[in-house]
């Protein structure tokens, strides 16, 4: 079982910047694909970036490419995600995600889900 605990959530205004972090308690955290989703309200969860076990091996929805950086530390356990130049769009709740296989975008390919951090930006 792997229990994942995000942090880092706010209000901040456009332009501005902030940093999550997911602490997964598991031991062998270095295997796990790590990702983060956000789901806003009325909309579905959607894919915002992930990072697996491959150094730089990286991915980045289109919106959001440029300007958010998903980063691992394997010794703490932790994946990051910092988010610069925010928009009001990406306000949502943002989730972290593990799975051991799952590579792609859908939310379904992952097993295990945080509760989530409220990101909020104003205009």
């Known amino acids: 079982q792997v229990q994942l605990v995000e942090s880092g959530g706010g209000s901040v205004q456009a332009g501005g910047s902030l940093r999550l972090s997911c602490a997964a308690s598991v031991r062998t955290f270095s295997r796990y694909v790590m990702g983060w989703f956000r789901q806003a309200p009325g909309k579905e969860r959607e894919f915002v970036a992930r990072?697996?076990?491959?150094?730089?091996?990286?991915a980045y929805a289109d919106s959001v490419k440029g300007r958010f950086t998903i980063s691992r530390d394997n010794a703490k356990n932790t994946v990051y995600l910092q988010m610069n130049s925010l928009k009001p769009e990406d306000t949502a709740v943002y989730y972290c995600a593990a799975d051991l296989n799952g590579f792609g975008p859908r939310p379904r390919e992952y097993e295990y889900w945080g509760q989530g951090t409220q990101v909020t930006v104003s205009s």
């Open positions: 990072i697996t076990w491959i150094p730089g091996a990286t």
